[in-house]
């Protein structure tokens, strides 16, 4: 069974974009961060980072119909700034009903007031906040004891 995991704008960036709010770590390591966990719990992982708010969409839909379709236990998003700003983000998680843990590397609670709002939030089945990377971990972990209950 894959666990997908979505990163929305600007996470290409990581590691030399504001180090000091997001760390130094670079996606690439996330990924094999991601892969860690994915492995330890016997399950795929399919990482992927756009900067394009539509091919998130899209992505949200593949991932829907794959766990209709028995291939998949869900999604864990960084949505980042897209977060703050898409009714079509919104609107996806839920119409394709996907399974989505919303993670955020830094504590979007304690910055600017433009990042206290989440439109992913009201449809997200978790949310992971200000852990740092490592929060991909725990909403993958999340994910798992959401959807295997029984198994972890
Ligand atoms: C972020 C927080 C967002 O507010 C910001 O736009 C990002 C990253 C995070 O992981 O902390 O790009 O999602």
Redesign the pocket.
Known sequence: STVFVFN????NLLGTRRPD??GTTVLADVETLCREETTRQGLDLDFRQTNHEGVLVDWIHEAGAAVKQGTALGAVL????Y??TSVALHDAIEGAELPTIE????N?HG?EEF?HHSFVSPVAAGIVVGFGVTGYALAIDGLVRLRRPTRS
């Open positions: 929305g704008p600007n996470l709010v997001y960084n949505a980042a700034a977060t703050h993670v955020h590397i830094s979007v910055r990042r």
